[in-house]
């Protein structure tokens, strides 16, 4: 088993890359995707969560309102420990269940995005980096989510910086271009990846 830890800022594509990685037959682990089951309606992560933070960031329907949790959290750091203190142990036993589920010659991709910023590159055989400009990431966030330029630089601020993520990496995937330079940076990685594997 080759364990890739997968990283990048928001908006850097990194969901691009873990995508098509999964196409190619990797076993991909999505901590943000493990992060949103945790705290779905019924759970004790939304429990928790509406005990620290209130009932305003729930929706009508009773689930989380992500958005309005977002603006409370990515602009206060004390906030955000608190979340990631209900979230981080609750996705960390869902991953070790999936890693476990995996066969021994699988290549298992960690989609994590605060690899860098919890310190947990030891924890894989290869990081992976993908890495844009705070610029393109900033007009990405603003122009394809539909986020505020207030909003996407909180989020940009309240993740590690761009050269604090490049010094973890084993590989780096430059993602500033268009879909089809990533289609073969992708390609190389996987190769890459299996020759690891062998």
């Known amino acids: 088993m080759v364990k890739v830890g997968l990283t990048g800022g928001i908006g850097s594509g990194k969901s691009e890359v873990s995508r098509r990685l999964a196409e190619y037959g990797a076993v991909v682990i999505d901590a943000d995707k493990i992060a949103r089951e945790v705290v779905e309606p019924g759970t004790e992560g939304l429990k928790e969560i509406v005990e620290a933070f209130g009932e305003t ?7 989380l309102d992500r958005e309005r ?7 206060d750091a004390g906030k955000l420990a608190v979340l ?4 981080h142990p609750r996705v960390g036993e869902r991953v070790s269940e999936l890693q476990e589920a995996a066969s021994e010659d699988a290549i298992v991709v960690y989609d994590v995005p605060l690899l860098a910023e919890n310190n947990l590159a030891s924890m894989y055989d290869v990081v992976v980096v993908v890495d844009a400009s705070d610029e393109i990431r900033l007009d ?6 539909g986020m505020s330029e207030r909003d996407a630089r909180a989020r940009i601020a309240a993740q590690a910086a761009r050269d604090d993520r490049l ?7 430059g993602n500033e271009g268009p879909l089809e330079d990533l289609d073969a940076r992708v390609a190389e990685l996987w190769e890459d990846l299996r020759a690891r594997a062998v």
Request: hydrophobic fraction near 50%; proline fraction near 3%.
């Open 57 to 63: 960031v729930l929706r009508p329907d009773g689930g």
């Open 69 to 75: 949790l977002g603006s409370i959290v990515f602009a």
């Open 84 to 87: 990631n203190g209900i979230v």
């Open 140 to 145: 990405r966030l603003t122009r394809c989510r």
């Open 167 to 173: 010094k973890i990496a084993d590989v780096v995937i």
